[in-house]
């Protein structure tokens, strides 16, 4: 079992900050990547950064490029969004995602639970 759990959210008002934190516990041998997604409501869920746990190498959506940051803590099993210049649109519910092989030679590809970021004066 692998479990997602998200941190850090929460109201800030536009042009604001917000750091999530999303921790990666259980049965793990190894994370090949995780990420973020977003959904708003009445809309789908999309993709917002990824992160290769093992190149570092990162993705971002075009709609975040240049105001969002997508780290990681390899040896915490932790990755982190740093989200600057916030806009109401950025509203949504922020998925932690990642992909992981586990101690039992599996791979769990799963979300978190998800947290609120709301964006608003």
């Known amino acids: 079992q692998v479990q997602l759990v998200e941190s850090g959210g929460g109201l800030v008002q536009p042009g604001g900050s917000l750091t999530l934190s999303c921790a990666a516990s259980g049965s793990i041998f190894g994370i090949n990547a995780m990420g973020w997604y977003r959904q708003a409501p009445g809309k789908e869920r999309e993709l917002v950064a990824t992160v290769s746990t093992v190149r570092g190498s990162t993705d971002y959506a075009s709609s975040v490029k240049g105001r969002f940051t997508i780290s990681r803590d390899n040896a915490k099993n932790t990755v982190f969004l740093q989200m600057n210049s916030l806009k109401p649109e950025d509203t949504a519910v922020y998925y932690c995602?990642?992909?992981?092989?586990?101690?039992?030679?599996?791979?769990?590809?799963?979300w978190g639970q998800g947290t609120q970021v709301t964006v608003s004066s």
């Open positions: 995602s990642a992909h992981v092989l586990t101690t039992a030679g599996t791979e769990f590809r799963g």
